[in-house]
């Protein structure tokens, strides 16, 4: 017995985009248009496209073969001040 539904797979979910850190004051300058959605934006990328964080996060999730060429990507990660193993016990 059928139940006269066809089966179908279930949608394959977009790539979850990767949280840029762009923490750095050297991301803020004066508004341009972003590249990518043309609308104003202080941010910059390192490259200094004018861009937002979440536009730039978007178009590496949906180009992951072109994410490794670098345009968008994150701050290099602080050193620590403290030495040993972090642990403040």
Known sequence: ???G???TS???PAARPVLLNWRDGTHFRKDAPCVLCGHSTPLRSHAGEAVHKVCAETWNAD?????LEGRFVSDPE?????????DHA
């Open 1 to 3: 017995m059928t139940s």
């Open 5 to 7: 539904r066809t089966r």
């Open 10 to 12: 279930p949608p394959i």
């Open 63 to 67: 180009h992951p073969e072109r994410v």
């Open 78 to 86: 602080p050193r620590s001040r403290t030495k040993g193993t972090g």
